[in-house]
């Protein structure tokens, strides 16, 4: 399947890379499927490109790699519409918002994309964890020397 995307031109893109997004995503209810773009094997981040609207990605970013704290119950019945189990456990993913400056970076703790990668269906949870941020800097203490040594 051939998709166009602001971001990434004319994309090739497999089934297995398809997600399902059956209600859609907050503020986009019209958009059900998405492709999956990891960075790269080690990088905790990816993107998520819808297959109908070119200039809809969204940036990705894994909270367990930058939250290790990070935890919420999942609803039995979201985890049996997106048929997950012990033996298939979720994908987590927050979405994050890039600022001005990298350092600025925030992401939704509020509201996480939950998928299903077997399967290939997600979802968009919301939250009700007072303690969690819709805008939660992804670096609140400056960015990571590796990131400053890597873009220098």
Known sequence: MKIESTRFGELEVAEEHLFNFSHGIPGFPDEKIFVFIPLDEKSPFAYLQS???PNLTFLLADPFTFFKDYEFVLEDEIAKELDLSEENPPQVFLIATVKEKLEDMTVNLVAPLVMNGLNRIGSQ????????????????????????????
């Not at 009700?128 to 220098?152: N, Q, T």
């Open 51 to 53: 297959t109908t609207e």
């Open 125 to 152: 949870v919301i939250l009700d964890k007072r303690e969690y941020s819709i805008r939660h800097k992804l670096f609140p203490d400056g960015l990571p020397k590796e990131a400053v040594k890597g873009g220098a």
